[in-house]
């Protein structure tokens, strides 16, 4: 067998010169070019200093000014802003939940969309007082996507979902007044409470934030996670590659990228079709190969095993390659300069949703009643467009590490081989995992999760802290860019246990996972918190307790401070990478940081100094070790 090393640094900085080579010959403008031009950036928009919701303004706050022109101070606008930020975020997810939903409606026996995990659908159905007893597949399948889908609008209540969670946290929620509503309603009431004139009182602005973001994770991209499971299957542990080398000289290749799965499903189904495989050798080329970047490479990859061709600050490195027919995209994280850039190739940039239209693009509405067919449709343009394709800018880099994913709870579960009850999966508990913990064999967990961002050397945060954790006996679960990340580097391959430390390396030897667990795309994060609170039942203790931390090193979107928000909420202490935009506030930063610990058990840490990030997280851990008694 080959010798297993982590690919460097070095290897992927020169992969991407090469690149930018490329990009240099046919004249297309990159993100590394666009990062010095807009460099520095504003100092009032990273203090979140600047307030232009009305037009009395642009207002700016500085010693000389320190009010706007309505007389609000720094604290006020700082946390509307940080509001604004999470509901841009919460929408987002959700609303992609809510797609997944109407996918669901639309599911049936003969249609493109089938149900694939009828178990976990009949599981599903009480958390919506729904009795599956006796009901037929399909009929039930409708009545919980249309139950899912009044989660979003409805009048009264809070959100089903909730219910899932610990009973402390539950009650926590509706103490601290953060329990969520309907999730529309979350991002409307934070809409309405940023308008002009309205809240500028930080603790209520912070709290409201922390509610929409609940009604992010356990609402809508919980929804958006069990569904799509229900739809198209629980992942399972599968074996896949990743980085640049997994594209095909020899083959059409088709680069999928965005988050909803509900289009890729179908290609990748489409990419075996004997027809377009006939068509793909006319042609001569010697198959079709799906690949993706960002989450919905994660959705393919868990569910299929498609290898992920690189995360989000990749995404014009796949083009670069000139070796690829299409880029197929769906919503959110796609770079509009990927436009201009499949000019400069033969690669066809193909938007497919009403909600993410960008100039240079051929727009393929997504029906999804007739989802099949387009797919199809999609396939059949890259593979004719194979025969355009220029070999002399052709540039794959050929580095690529085997990876193994798929680990939905459910999959953790079964790994661990438990035999109680769980609420993901009657048969199976996460009991082992507690003894490990307890037994201190594994010294706690740590979520690493979102996206990339140029302000931190690309994936280095990630990589790095992964490396550190791991060798300290901390188990890692991993999701959106971060799980690329890793995939990227070696460490979703089993033997990367050598760099762990002795308890960790034995506990991957006998469960035979690797030390970093990646467990889906970015919605999937509400997977984690189903873990958390599941983990903290078994232990008989708070979430807070748990000697679990999440970690957001290199983020950058809105998704991902809705994230934080959420995932605080559920009680477990939150390390960013990147500054969020409220340092021009004392006040919020002291909540944020501290004051929130007051409401939900869990605040958040920020630290750029990658190093001392990860020192912070080891000594969190073991404070709650120590606090515990183990
Ligand atoms: Fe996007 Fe989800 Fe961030 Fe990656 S991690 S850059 S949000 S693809 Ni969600
Ligand atoms: Fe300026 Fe107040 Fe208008 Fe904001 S709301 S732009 S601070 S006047």
């Not at 009650?171 to 809409?191: F, K, N, Y």
């Not at 809508?220 to 896949?240: A, H, N, Q, R």
């Not at 995932?567 to 006040?587: M, R």
């Not at 912070?616 to 070790?625: D, G, L």
Request: charged share 25%.
């Amino acid at each position: 067998m080959e010798e297993f090393k982590l690919t460097t640094y070095e290897q992927l900085q020169e992969d991407t010169d090469r690149l930018l080579e490329t990009a240099e010959k046919v004249g297309a403008n990159t993100w590394q070019e666009r990062v010095k031009n807009q460099t520095p950036h504003c100092k009032f928009g990273e203090n979140g200093v600047c307030c232009r919701i009305c037009t009395m303004g642009p207002c700016r706050i500085t010693p000389k000014a320190p009010r706007g022109i309505c007389g609000c101070d720094a604290h006020g606008i700082v946390g509307r802003n940080f509001l604004r930020f999470t509901a841009g975020g919460s929408a987002t997810h959700s609303d992609h939940g809510r797609e997944i939903c109407h996918t669901l409606h639309i599911a049936s026996p003969d249609g493109d969309y089938k149900v694939k995990d009828e178990a976990k659908l009949r599981r599903l159905a009480p958390v919506f007082d729904i009795d599956p007893e006796g009901k037929e597949t399909y009929e039930l399948a409708h009545e919980v996507a249309l139950a899912a889908l009044e989660e979003y609008g409805k009048p009264f209540g809070y959100q089903k979902m909730t219910k899932r969670a610990t009973k402390e946290r539950q009650e926590t929620w509706l103490r601290e007044g953060i329990l969520p509503r309907a999730i529309d309603r979350e991002v409307s009431t934070a809409m309405h409470m940023t308008h002009m004139g309205n809240s500028s009182l930080p603790e209520a602005l912070i709290r409201q934030a922390l509610r929409n973001g609940l009604s992010d994770g356990w609402g809508g991209s919980m929804m958006g996670t069990e569904l799509s499971d229900v739809l198209f299957g629980t992942p399972k542990e599968i074996e896949t590659e990743a980085d640049l080398g997994v594209i095909k000289e020899d083959e059409v290749n088709i680069c999928v990228h965005g988050h909803d799965p509900s289009l890729s499903e179908m290609i990748v189904e489409y990419a075996e079709n004997p027809e377009l495989l006939a068509l793909a050798k006319e042609k001569g080329a010697n198959g079709i190969n799906i690949v993706g970047v960002c989450c919905t490479s994660n959705e393919v990859t868990m569910r299929h095993g498609i290898p992920m061709a690189g995360n989000f600050l990749s995404q014009e490195n796949v083009v670069l390659t000139g070796a690829m027919e299409a880029i197929v995209v769906d919503v959110q994280c796609i770079f509009p300069a990927l436009g201009p850039l499949s000019k400069c190739f033969h690669t066809k940039f193909i938007t497919t949703s009403d909600i993410c239209r960008m100039p240079d693009s051929e727009f393929i509405h997504m029906d999804p009643t007739k989802a099949g067919q387009i797919a199809y449709d999609i396939v059949k343009m890259a593979v004719e467009n194979f025969a355009n394709r220029n070999k002399d800018l052709v540039y794959i880099p050929q580095h690529k590490q085997k990876a193994y994913v798929g680990y939905s709870c459910e999959e953790i579960i079964h790994k661990l081989d438990g035999v109680t009850n769980s609420q993901v999966d009657p048969t199976g508990t996460y009991r082992p995992l507690a003894q490990v913990v307890t037994s201190g064999v594994i010294r706690g967990a740590v979520a690493l999760v979102g996206c990339n961002n140029p302000k931190v050397r690309h994936d280095y945060a990630h990589v790095e802290l992964m490396k550190k954790l791991i060798a300290n006996d901390i188990i890692l679960v991993l999701s959106g860019c971060s799980a690329q990340a890793a995939a990227k580097a070696g460490l979703l391959d089993k033997r990367a246990k050598e760099l762990c430390g002795d308890g960790l390396k034995r506990v991957c030897e006998l469960v035979d996972i690797p030390p970093a667990l990646h467990m889906g795309s970015c919605v999937d994060i509400s997977r984690m918190m189903l873990l958390v609170c599941d983990l903290a039942n078994e232990l008989g203790i708070d979430t807070p307790q748990l000697p679990v931390v999440g970690c957001a090193p290199e983020y950058m979107s809105e998704k991902a401070v809705s994230i934080g928000n959420y995932v605080v909420s559920t009680g477990i202490d939150t390390f960013l990478g990147v500054q969020p935009y409220v340092a021009g506030s004392s006040e919020c930063t002291e909540l944020l940081t501290n004051g929130i610990g007051d409401w939900v058990g869990a605040t958040y840490y920020v630290e750029s100094d990658i190093e001392k990030l990860g020192d912070m997280m080891i000594e969190r851990i073991e404070e709650k070790r120590k606090a515990l008694g183990i």
